[in-house]
């Protein structure tokens, strides 16, 4: 209570500021190791602290870059906020404002971690410049950080959504370990961020699970995605337990160390994550609207229960058993993980250039580099497949979707100020 009650008390520093002329472009000055702090911290919240589903995860990750980069370019110009606001006065503290709206979203969603997220935001302003910067840095926090709150009040988030299509061949059903019910079924209902519908982003659907297609895909899981005797290389299990990680989790450590290696200013910084976490959240909200929709059996199911699928081409294995310890618990088209890679390997192609990516990906204690875009989209979607989780056309489509949303948002949003 006592971390609540100092976040309410945050607000009285900031009845409002007069606005500034228009600042001509510039370079900031100001420290960016405040926006991947912040995102570290979120991370730490969102997963270590309240145990956040990962599909659900890009919503709130989406929701602390927006409110950063828009407290940062109220006060630093250079591209349009994503939330209409006037701009700040000039000599208010970048780093601030971004710590603060940070500190309040994350406060608003996560109130379990209030006393931690505040004993994080006062190591902010103790390192901050103290004077009417800081104060007038603060104001601009909490004004993005409410912009953003009020604008997804009633968005559907935690709506109750029950999957209710009973198990039939091709449908899915939950499966071992546990049998747990779909898992966040409301996020595929939840407002987008940055288009109206997900049914702005159609798609083909899985393959007729009596036809050609369906059963070579069906092959290619069976032989490389079993656990024992497949058809995989050491190579091929390696790539596959490596994204068997949090992929989220993944990129936003990735984005940190590629926009310090690479020396992106407070601006930049707050840009590259915004672009990204927004992409990654509005192709989860479509994908797993996919999902639900389609709700279609993960090869798990559909291997051991191939007798009933009246394809002549495939064959039932009662015993077949996946690669991967667990079989996430919601259908298999379209695939979350290759909506993930989708939007932000496409995002990060804009930012850094498809062809000269420098990204560092770590999974357990091991790191591996990616200078290709093409590269990284193909590993992700194989290793997926040789751990036994999806068939080849829940990847294709579910990394085409990531691109295509991604596009939409750069195309659309985060501008440069003409």
């Known amino acids: 209570m006592l971390g609540v009650a100092v976040v309410a008390t945050v607000g009285v520093l900031a ?18 190791s405040v926006i991947t702090k912040w995102n570290e911290i979120a991370e730490r919240t969102i997963y270590a602290e309240n145990q956040t589903p990962v599909p659900a995860s890009t919503l709130y990750f989406g929701f602390v870059s927006i409110a950063m980069y828009d407290a940062v370019v109220a006060i630093e110009g250079r591209y349009e906020p994503y939330l209409d606001q006037r701009r700040a006065h000039r000599h208010a503290s970048s780093e601030v404002a971004a710590a603060t709206a940070a500190f309040m979203v994350l406060v608003r969603y996560f109130p379990n971690s209030a006393d931690k997220l505040l004993a994080d935001y006062l190591t902010t302003l103790d390192g901050a410049r103290k004077g009417t910067g800081t104060e007038q840095g603060v104001r601009v926090g909490l004004r993005a950080a409410a912009a953003l709150i009020a604008e997804r009040q009633g968005d559907g988030i935690g709506a ?3 999957f209710t299509e009973q198990p039939a061949p091709g449908v899915w059903r939950p499966t071992l370990p546990g049998e747990a019910e779909f898992a966040v079924p409301w996020l595929g209902f939840v407002k987008p961020l940055t288009y109206g519908s997900p049914a702005d982003f159609p798609l083909p659907g899985p393959p ?4 050609a297609e369906y059963a070579q895909e069906f092959a290619e899981v069976r032989d490389y995605g079993e656990r024992e005797g497949s058809s995989r290389t050491s190579e091929q299990t390696e790539t596959a337990l490596f994204f068997n990680s949090n992929i989220v989790s993944q990129f936003q450590a990735g984005l940190r160390d590629e926009v310090t290696r690479r020396g992106y200013d407070i601006v930049e910084s707050a840009r590259a994550f915004a672009l990204m976490d927004t992409s990654m959240a509005d192709t989860l909200i479509a994908c797993w609207n ?3 929709e389609y709700g279609f059996w993960r090869p798990i199911t559909a291997i051991q229960l191939a007798d009933t699928d009246g394809n002549p081409a495939t064959n039932a294995e009662p015993n077949w058993i996946p690669l991967a310890p667990a079989t996430p618990p919601y259908p298999d088209y379209l695939s979350g993980h290759a909506c993930n ?4 390997s496409n995002t990060l192609s804009y930012l850094f250039g498809a062809e000269t990516l420098d990204l560092n990906l770590v999974g357990g204690a091991v790191t591996r580099h990616y200078d290709s875009a093409a590269r990284l989209d193909e590993d992700t979607m194989n290793a997926r497949i040789w751990l036994g989780l ?6 294709t489509d579910g990394n085409e979707l990531g691109h295509r949303v991604s596009d939409w948002v750069i195309g659309n949003y985060f501008q440069p100020v003409d």
């Not at 009845?15 to 960016?32: E, F, H, I, K, Q």
């Not at 007729?208 to 036809?211: D, F, K, Q």
């Not at 999806?390 to 990847?395: E, G, L, N, V």
């Open 208 to 211: 007729e699970l009596t036809g």
């Open 160 to 162: 109750t959504k029950t």
């Open 390 to 395: 999806h068939f080849r056309s829940a990847m």
């Open 341 to 344: 890679v989708g939007a932000a």
């Open 290 to 292: 996919a999902k639900y």
């Open 15 to 32: 009845p409002t500021v007069a606005s500034s002329a228009a600042l001509a472009d510039r370079r900031s000055d100001a420290d960016p």
